[in-house]
């Protein structure tokens, strides 16, 4: 036996119980306390609504300059909140090059069993999109019934697609001007609509029609050739779409279509709005509802491409949307 001990059983029996009486209330206390702390850090944590992160082309979930930088921001921002920055693929590596070479319906497949699988995303959650992850996140919306967003965040993102890249990410320069040669010749084909991401939200306003037919993710996320009355559903489900543009991108052409605007079908000069767009006029996608009732948001920054100052971040999209 220990001194302790030894000091314990030869305490007479009032002083014993005395002792058992104290040593009980006072591990209670302790108890109470440690309870209190764990409730309050989940409730804390309950009280901010979980978000889902996703990168755009040539980035990865993870990386430290990138979404790891901004994840870590969003912490300090919104005390206890869960952040799931959305990895497609075993390792970064796979990640960056999923990001160009598997098709966004596979992606999309993919991030809604990562969503499927973790249970504090299961009563819903907010979601940022970073460029084409913004429609990728759209997509999840629409094909994923276990994808509860509450709030979408589109940070640049192509809703009517593409119809030009000046610059392609991470790629060199020779491979992004092949790149864009493929897409300009090509991209509607069905070995290029299967291998390049990029090919997938291709919208070319000159051939409406080649677009609406072999488009294989944009035509059909965006109603083009019948109605999915589920993907109404879910974009009407939202309590606010939020689209960022960025007045001054030079990676996206036309930048309006990170407002849902486009080229008038038959040229690729002069722009319509989404209001003027038959995707908001003839409702494909339930955008009238939401446009009525004030949750359809339209916010610009000035900068490039994904170029923000966290103020106006903190202050138009966390403290509006996040809280």
């Not at 119980?17 to 306390?33: A, E, S, Y």
């Not at 070319?204 to 609406?212: I, V």
């Not at 072999?214 to 083009?224: G, K, Q, W």
Request: glycine share 6%.
């Amino acid at each position: 036996m220990n001194s302790c001990e030894l000091a314990v059983l030869h305490l007479p029996i009032n002083d014993r119980t005395n002792f058992t009486l104290w040593f009980t209330m006072k591990t209670g206390i302790l108890i109470v306390v440690f309870l209190s702390s764990v409730c309050y850090c989940l409730c804390q944590s309950q009280n901010v609504t979980p978000i889902v992160l996703w990168h755009g082309m040539g980035d990865s979930c993870c990386f430290f300059f990138s979404l790891g930088a901004f994840q870590e921001k969003l912490s300090k921002a919104l005390p206890g909140v869960h952040i799931h920055s959305l990895k497609i693929g075993s390792n970064v590596i796979e990640d960056v090059e999923n990001g160009y070479l598997m098709h966004p319906d596979k992606q999309i497949k993919e991030a809604c069993d990562i969503v499927k699988s973790d249970p504090l995303l299961s009563v819903g959650f907010n979601a940022i999109g970073f460029s084409q992850g913004a429609q990728f996140l759209r997509g999840l919306l629409q094909k994923c019934p276990e994808a509860k967003i509450r709030n979408l965040i589109s940070l640049g993102g192509q809703h009517q697609g593409v119809y030009g890249l000046p610059n392609c990410g991470s790629l060199s320069h020779p491979t992004c001007d092949y790149l864009r040669r493929i897409l300009n010749h090509a991209a509607y084909l069905g070995w290029v609509q299967k291998k390049l991401v990029q090919a997938t939200y291709w919208h070319d306003p000159l051939n409406e029609e080649e677009y609406r037919n072999y488009s294989t993710f944009l035509a059909d996320i965006n109603n083009e050739r019948q109605i999915n009355q589920d993907y109404i559903k879910s974009i009407q489900s939202l309590d606010n779409l939020v689209l960022v543009k960025f007045d001054s991108d030079t990676m996206v052409q036309p930048v309006e279509t990170e407002w849902f605007g486009f080229y008038k079908p038959g040229q690729a000069v002069e722009i319509e709005n989404l209001q003027e767009s038959a995707l908001f006029i003839d409702d494909r996608l339930g955008l009238q509802k939401l446009n009525d009732e004030s949750r359809l948001h339209f916010l610009s920054v000035p900068g490039n491409h994904l170029i923000f100052d966290w103020p106006w971040f903190q202050d138009n999209i966390i403290n509006t949307f996040l809280k």
